[in-house]
């Protein structure tokens, strides 16, 4: 990885004259190349000639360099903030992880709980604290990176009394999908570099809500059941269910309304209670797609390509319908031979006609993000992609690009079947109506 100390005193003794903010660019431009192109970034300048050109003749060398597929008008929406690396943020990605939690917070509402007890059977050597409640626990404090790094060691059950159902976040501008969360756990033990998550979350662990009947009776009073629901916005939807077992909760009561489509989405293999009862036609398991090669890279502690796709056979078999998301897609070079591979192996495990949607999403992150992905892991790869601001001042793809991916995407799963609804997720209207995904 470039040494950015180093970086940072290169820039300061030899361009000097510059001012703060003009320094702050080329640091960032610099680093950006040096790790994109894996070379020394003092071979990046022809220093006696560098020197002295005017700040902006620099830049624009340096951005043509960092964004070479770019147009100028691309470039110019290319965000800067300086560049803050603190090591103690970075994590390291072990090869077996269990989650074994120190400490398990329980608000005094639900400490008779059955979520309590399974923790208690599950989790026999962790310490259990009584607390008055999380927002109590939380009160005036600030958590980091660092924080978030450890939050697999804090537990929280805790009862939901007010956000039981929340519109999903999507996207300033974007075309919504109308989907609702069902908000009964958030933070997830899985490691995913663009998992919005770190960047997005103020907590200390993992919360799980113990009181799923309130839930079910917040539905009941719902006027209009005709809705798609899902739990995998806030954690991945399977991921703690061999603890909470809120699978079978769900299905048995979703079962009951079968004008709702409800969603467990997950990168799991965790479909033991899935399979436990009977499956239910308008509950529909997904899992988000990635060739292996980004799995590996960028998806840690998730199930492979191979396990999510025979889990998903599974499940179809069983009698669930099944989902798909590749969200987020990355683009690299050769991305298409190793999606189109994908899908082809979507379709030697799962049947066209059960699958209920294929959704496609294009990688993107908040500024804030980007700044957590690179703090957290530093060596990525996904960030040497070529990302300006967008229509949500997201950083993404050039529409472009993601207009090609899209309509590649699409032409390889249509052509296992013609009727497949496929539909792009967090998109504007002007990309959702150019590809007729919605
Ligand atoms: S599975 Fe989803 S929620 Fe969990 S780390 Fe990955 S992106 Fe985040």
Redesign the pocket.
Known sequence: MPNLVAIQKFVEKNFSHFGLNKKAQMIRLVYEIAKKEKMSFAAIFLLEKDRLKPFTVIKKELLSRRFPHLSDREKERWHFSPLKLQPKNKISVIKQKKFLPRDIFIEKDVRNAELVKNMKKKFPHARYHNISSYQHYVKDKKFSLCDYNRRLEKFFIVKEKYNFFVDCPCTKDAVCCGYKIMNCGFG?G???Q??F?QSYTNAPGIMLQANLEDYFKEFKSFKNKNIRLGTGQF??SL?FDDITNYAVEIVEFFRNYPQTRFEFKT?SKNIGGLLSIPAANNMIVSWSLNPQKIIDST?FY?ASLKERLACAEQCARHGYKIGFHFDPIVFYDGWEKDYQSVVKDIFKYVSPEKIAWISLGCLRMSPKQKEAIENRFVDNKILDGEFVLGFDNKLRYSSHLRQDIYRKMKEFILEHGKNIWVYLCMEDKEMTNKLGTH
Do not use: A
Request: hydrophobic share 25%; proline share 0%.
């Open positions: 997830c899985f490691e995913c663009y998992c998550l954690t991945d991921i990168k998806e998730t």
